[in-house]
């Protein structure tokens, strides 16, 4: 008994002493075993530590517990079986990006917010506060199967994260909503266009079958088409009515002046069609820039008949006289005509009628030695040229002159119809 005293001390003091020895030994690795325990104690340690700092994981995994992601299956609805969800939408618009009529579709940028409750998502509180998440959420619980109708583009911003945001109350009430930019179909009818008035929708439906429309009425500002096609329409309009008031022996003058005018009439309307869709009905604007087209094309045709009617009075006189009388010569109406100048009917026929006097008095001279005894007959030439004169300016005046009152007047009345009806 006296020796197993000092055996059990001994024993003792080898146990407390270990600890102090793996010390030693790890410092001068001569223990292994001891080396190894203290290299995961240090590295559970340092684990801890990183999980301590990094407070978003700690956040997220708070949350998944405090929200029981992990104990429901929330592939199902809420309520799967029973009841449907009521889940409400509302649409904050945010810009319209843009409104193609060659493609007829709208392109626009808005906020989409869906209101649903899902009790499964409840939680206690003793501040009744709601929670906030991002978008990392999203993929764990259920939404509502939302999609847009004839779209045919759309994509949820992701600048600099995606602009999804999560809010769940502690009753279970859920806000998502996310920022998404849309281009969808809008069937235009342009008719009227560009005074038209279009209405588009956007369409949201889900897999339940419902469907919400959301309509936009969209009003055009004609001031710009009133500048690019309307009013040069206009001018070239009464451009056109220029020539009424040109002399119509200017030939080069009136035709040149009537075809730059149908010329240009040409480049507005080729000018509207790349901007335009391929539509099998008349637009208002058609109806109005072929129309001016029409005005312009028939004041071509005004002086066309003009010039018409006054060759046909020449030869009408020209086969009742026998022979051509003064200036107003069958040969030299070509001549006249095309040389673009102004001649003075009055002043040329007093200077033929006196070389034809003169004429005649050198050769009664040369043959009697005394004065013209023809002086009647050089006046019948001359009244005789002198009416031919006046009967080919008096018809070309008066259709001219009537030109110039009716064309403006039935241009101002077609305007004050297409007005009234397309305003």
Known sequence: ???????????????????????????????????????????NKQEARMRKDDSTKAWLLQYEQLLHIEEHDFAMRPGFGGSPVPVGIDVQVESIDSISEVNMDFTMTFYLRHYWKDERLSFPSTTNKSMTFDHRLIKKIWVPDIFFVHSKRSFIHDTTVENIMLRVYPDGNVLFSLRVTVSAMCLMDFSRFPLDTQSCSLELESCWYNRLFINFVLRRHIFFFVLQTYFPAMLMVMLSWVSFWIDQRAVPARVSLGITTVLTMSTIISGMSPSMPQVSYIKAVDVYLWVSSLFVFLSVIEYAAVNYL???????HSNKTGKPSGMYNIDRVPAMAFDGCYHDCKTEMDQTSFSLHSEEDSVQERSTGSPSTNSSQIKRRQSLGEDVGRIILENNHVIDTYSRIFFPIVYIIFNLFYWGIYV
Do not use: G, N, Y
């Not at 003792?12 to 001569?30: D, F, H, R, Y």
């Open 1 to 43: 008994m006296i020796l197993a005293s000092p055996l059990v001390f001994f024993t003792s003091i080898w146990i407390a002493l270990m600890p102090v020895k793996c010390a030693a030994s790890e410092i001068t690795k001569s223990h292994p075993q001891c080396s190894s325990s203290m290299k995961r104690s240090r590295d």
């Open 310 to 316: 006054t060759t046909m009075e020449e030869r009408k």
